[in-house]
């Protein structure tokens, strides 16, 4: 059977193919380094990374593993390198290769989870102004709502970085480590996310033996713990070093300082926890670090329920979280709906009652049942894509 619904070409497919483009580059590869029982991308376990490299693909970014140990040195079309969650320590040749990157304009991401077993890798990040120290977090909020205390949620955000400056989400963080850094804006070194006030950090012995963890420990002791908030992601820049190319060798990157970026656990973006608040944090940063130091993912958008139809339209313009509706449709309706567990949401969610399943994947990307997304990329002033749901018809 033909259908013709009056969706402009430029709102089915042009959203779509705009999604993260300009995240596109010539050193768009994200590279996970193994060799230290890192977190793997193809790993589908509840423990693995398979859904953060499906969702770093659906940006037009590559993803590739790369053996540090065995590499002359990080490539150069790697747009950031991630280290998700070693349990050995790196060796010094390996730290090396990694400031050569971050020195010539290269982003890191580091996510290092509680451990008293990594000291150079800790030490090695010390080096750059991030204060680590052995301990655990534990959250009285969180056991209160009914999850572990021992999965601290972040709950304040920097309002002055690009990263978390419009991110306003819960983000949860098993098992999760902390990680400080002195403040300075003028050297790009924040503290991004904390936990509450109801939080502490508890020291864990040098062998990091979670299990011997008390009950005591569960509850706050001012004589033992340390009072939230806790810092649990931070930041800094690196100057770029100049004077490491060669003579008459033409300066490849034009980064004009590299960043390291820390999260002090691993867990939050396995693919047991990687949805809501930490699928879009996770991606925040990737993107950020990726795109040169501007964030290209949207700022959340708080969507309130919208029919776009014939009678509410009526030929005006309608505006939503930067987008604008305009014109009319045919009694077919297309709901603009916030998400049904969340507060705000940065995703369009839309769906039509009478097309099928089939019909709508050919418009809409991640179908699922009547319900479809689309994700858009830019900030709340970026977003200019005026969409015309009148200009072209679409044949099935």
Request: aromatic fraction near 8%; charge should be neutral; glycine fraction near 8%.
């Amino acid at each position: 059977m033909k259908l013709s619904r009056t969706f402009a070409a430029v709102f089915a497919f042009g959203l779509v193919a705009v999604a993260f483009a300009s995240s596109a580059s010539a050193a768009n590869v994200i590279y996970f380094v193994t060799g230290h029982g890192e977190k793997l991308i193809d790993n589908k376990e509840e423990n693995g990374y398979s859904y953060v490299k499906d969702a770093i693909e659906r940006e037009n970014h590559q993803v590739r593993e790369l053996l540090l140990v065995n590499s002359e040195k990080v490539p150069e079309d790697a747009a950031v390198l991630v280290v998700s969650g070693p349990e050995t320590d790196y060796l010094p040749a390996e730290l090396d290769k990694i400031t050569a990157f971050v020195k010539k304009g290269g982003r890191v991401l580091f996510m290092v989870d509680p451990s008293g077993g990594l000291p150079k890798l800790t030490s090695y990040l010390g080096g750059f102004g991030f204060e680590f120290t052995n301990d655990i977090i534990f959250d009285k909020t969180s056991r209160d709502s009914g999850s572990n205390i021992a999965i601290p949620k972040g709950v304040q955000y920097d309002k002055n970085h690009p990263v978390t400056r419009k991110f306003e989400q819960f983000t949860f963080f098993p098992i999760a480590r902390s990680v400080h850094i002195k403040e300075d804006p003028a050297k790009g070194s924040w503290n991004l996310v904390k936990t509450s006030d109801n939080s502490w950090t508890v020291q864990l012995s040098v062998t990091s033996d979670l299990g011997k963890l008390t009950k005591a420990d569960e509850e706050f002791d001012a004589d033992k713990h340390k009072r939230g908030p806790i810092s649990v992601v931070a930041v800094t820049t690196v100057n770029v070093n100049l004077g490491d190319n060669k003579a008459g060798e033409e300066q490849k990157s034009k980064k004009t300082a590299g960043i390291i970026l820390v999260v002090g656990d691993s867990d939050f973006a396995a693919n047991r926890f990687m949805r809501a608040g930490n699928k879009d944090f996770f991606q925040n940063m990737l993107n950020w670090l990726a795109d040169d130091g501007e964030l290209k993912t949207p700022a959340l958008m708080d969507v309130a329920d919208l029919i776009l139809d014939a009678k509410s339209l009526n030929g005006k313009k309608v505006r939503v979280g930067g987008f604008i509706y305009t014109s009319a449709m045919h009694s077919d309706k297309v709901f603009m709906k916030r998400s049904a567990n969340r507060k705000d949401t940065k995703s369009i969610y839309i769906t039509t009652s009478k097309l099928s399943r089939e019909q709508r994947k050919k418009i809409l990307m991640d179908c699922d049942s009547q319900l479809c997304q689309v994700i858009v990329t830019g900030t709340m002033e970026d977003i200019g894509y005026t969409v015309d749901i009148t200009a072209e018809k679409l044949e099935f």
